[in-house]
């Protein structure tokens, strides 16, 4: 079994920046493709980011260019930086791997709050 832990998420005022980060245990973190997901209040949970195994990265389109996914195999762990951001990102963002094509794991999200 697999156990993420998302931190890095906070207030922050329009224009700012946030990292988040998701700490992966008790799998094969390299061999996973990493994915960051958001839920805001009343919609659907949606992609942000997926980074594979092999580092090959796809975004959101209305996020390219302000958000960027990274993950360091080292120290299993993957990242989003957040940059530009704008109240509309407000949302609980979550991190998810997909071990295989039929089992995943997510983690319990942190809250980004974009607000002045």
């Known amino acids: 079994q697999v156990q993420l832990v998302e931190s890095g998420g906070g207030l922050v005022q329009p224009g700012g920046s946030l990292r988040l980060s998701c700490a992966a245990s008790?799998?094969?973190?390299?061999?996973?493709?990493m994915g960051w997901y958001r839920q805001a209040p009343g919609k659907q949970r949606e992609l942000v980011a997926k980074?594979?195994?092999?580092?090959?990265?796809n975004y959101r389109d209305s996020l390219k260019g302000r958000f960027t996914i990274s993950r360091d195999n080292a120290k299993n762990t993957v990242y989003l930086q957040m940059n530009s951001l704008k109240p509309e990102d407000t949302a609980v963002y979550y991190c998810?791997?997909?071990?295989?094509?039929?089992?995943?794991?997510w983690g319990r999200g942190t809250q980004v709050t974009v607000s002045s």
């Open positions: 980074i594979t195994s092999g580092g090959i990265t």
């Open positions: 008790g799998g094969i973190f390299r061999l996973y493709t």
């Open positions: 998810k791997t997909d071990v295989t094509k039929t089992l995943a794991y």
